[in-house]
């Protein structure tokens, strides 16, 4: 599966430890699909967004209710708050990225903000989808009513993490 241009929704979210780089990945991620949005002339175009800490630009937030960009990349925090305020529909993600896993994890407020954003936003087990009425119920399986989204991805990268095994069981143990 890969982003579909036609679907209005934030389907790919990109976590990262410190706003620089974010500006990185975001700039990397604009010229990736601008290369793929070359390809596809009769489709639409996907749409990348950056939620950084700094960036005050309310026009460009206000766009992320009215038409939802495909890829958001963000630190914890900022995410978080995107989530929390409707900006991001938890249900529509397939695809959750964290990269330099373990400098969030080794940040304590940066920590915290990716432990509340994978466990209760982002996570595949969230129990708000029983409300959500535009949900594709094929997407979706209930186990103890709770709900869970067939598609999604979750990767962290990392070129460090000290005790992968460790870390492996850790998020297994937090349905991450």
């Known amino acids: 599966s890969k ?13 990262v430890p410190t706003r620089e780089l ?10 990736l699909v601008a290369g ?3 390809s596809e002339e009769n489709s639409k175009k996907i749409m990348v967004m950056s939620v950084l800490q700094g960036s005050t630009n309310k026009r460009q937030r206000a766009w992320a209710w009215a038409e939802p960009p495909h890829v958001v990349i963000g630190t914890p925090d900022e995410l978080g708050k995107m989530v929390s305020k409707g900006g991001i529909r938890y249900n529509s993600v397939e695809y959750v990225v964290v990269d330099e896993v373990d400098a969030c994890l080794g940040n304590r407020q940066t920590s915290n903000e990716l432990h509340l954003l994978l466990s209760r936003y982002l996570s595949p087990t969230f129990n708000e989808a029983e409300d959500d009425a535009n949900i594709d119920t094929d997407e979706l399986f209930a186990k103890d009513r709770i709900f869970y989204n067939k598609r999604r991805q979750t990767v962290f990268a990392s070129a460090t993490i000290p005790s992968h095994n460790h870390f492996m069981k850790q998020c297994v143990q937090q349905q991450w």
């Open 3 to 15: 982003i579909n241009p036609n679907r209005a929704a934030v389907q790919a979210v990109v976590c």
């Open 22 to 31: 974010g500006l990185q990945v975001a700039r990397v991620a604009k010229r």
């Open 36 to 38: 793929s949005n070359k």
